[in-house]
Nanobody, 119 residues
Framework: QVQLVESGGGLVQAGGSLNLSCVAS????????MAWYRQIPGLERELVAI???????YYVDSVKGRFTISRDFTKNTINLQMNSLKSEDTAVYYC?????????????WGQGTQVTVSS
């Protein structure tokens, strides 16, 4: 069994910062990539940033220069440092990872953490 657990969400004023963390635990053989998505009620879930298995990063245009994704390979953790937050960043943020286990590989999702930016 594999679990992804996010933390670090909360309420912050516009212009402020938050740091989200996601920890993968369980019967993990290999973590291929780790990513952050977000979802605003009524809209589709969108990719925010990804740390690929090739150690490259990608950001959606709306967060470039403000968000930074980082990965701690020893702790099976990714972080999303969010600076200069805007009201439009308000959403539930989800961690997603493609993980290999002794019985196979598949995508896993966390339960989500709420980020609310007040203007």
């Amino acid at each position: 069994q594999v679990q992804l657990v996010e933390s670090g969400g909360g309420l912050v004023q516009a212009g402020g910062s938050l740091n989200l963390s996601c920890v993968a635990s369980g019967s993990i053989f290999r973590i291929y990539n780790m990513a952050w998505y977000r979802q605003i009620p009524g809209l589709e879930r969108e990719l925010v940033a990804i740390f690929t298995s090739g150690n490259t990063t990608y950001y959606v245009d709306s967060v470039k220069g403000r968000f930074t994704i980082s990965r701690d390979f020893t702790k099976n953790t990714i972080n999303l440092q969010m600076n200069s937050l805007k009201s439009e960043d308000t959403a539930v943020y989800y961690c997603r990872s493609f993980i290999g286990t002794p019985v196979g590989s598949k995508d896993y999702w966390g339960q989500g953490t709420q980020v609310t930016v007040s203007s």
